[in-house]
């Protein structure tokens, strides 16, 4: 079993910045694929960034790639997401998922946090 906390979110203008963090209960943390994922109302759960076990691979969504960053410290069972040039679009409660199927779909995931909200105004 792990669990998942999250934390960084809040409210930020257009163009700010923003650092999730999410740290995971266990000893197993290294042995899962991390990922964040966000749900606006209305609106389907979305991938949003994947790093592999390691941190040598990393995955993005179109709409954040080059504006956001997953980076995992697995000293301290932590996965973390760098949030740059925000816009009003990315306002989403904000997931962390633990698993090992494919990175960038929900199903792959098989823990989830009870996800931070970011709201970004303009």
């Known amino acids: 079993q792990v669990q998942l906390v999250e934390s960084g979110g809040g409210l930020m203008q257009a163009g700010g910045s923003l650092r999730l963090s999410c740290v995971a209960s266990?000893?197993?943390?290294?042995?899962?694929?991390m990922g964040w994922f966000r749900q606006a109302p209305g609106k389907e759960r979305e991938f949003v960034a994947a790093?592999?076990?390691?941190?040598?691979?990393?995955y993005y969504a179109d709409s954040v790639k080059g504006r956001f960053t997953i980076s995992r410290d697995n000293a301290k069972n932590t996965v973390y997401l760098q949030m740059n040039s925000l816009k009003p679009e990315d306002t989403a409660v904000y997931y962390c998922?633990?698993?090992?199927?494919?990175?960038?779909?929900?199903?792959?995931?098989?823990?989830w946090g009870q996800g931070t909200q970011v709201t970004v105004s303009s």
């Open positions: 266990g000893r197993t943390f290294s042995s899962y694929v």
């Open positions: 998922a633990a698993g090992n199927g494919a990175p960038n779909f929900r199903t792959g995931y098989r823990y």
């Open positions: 790093i592999n076990r390691s941190g040598s691979s990393t």
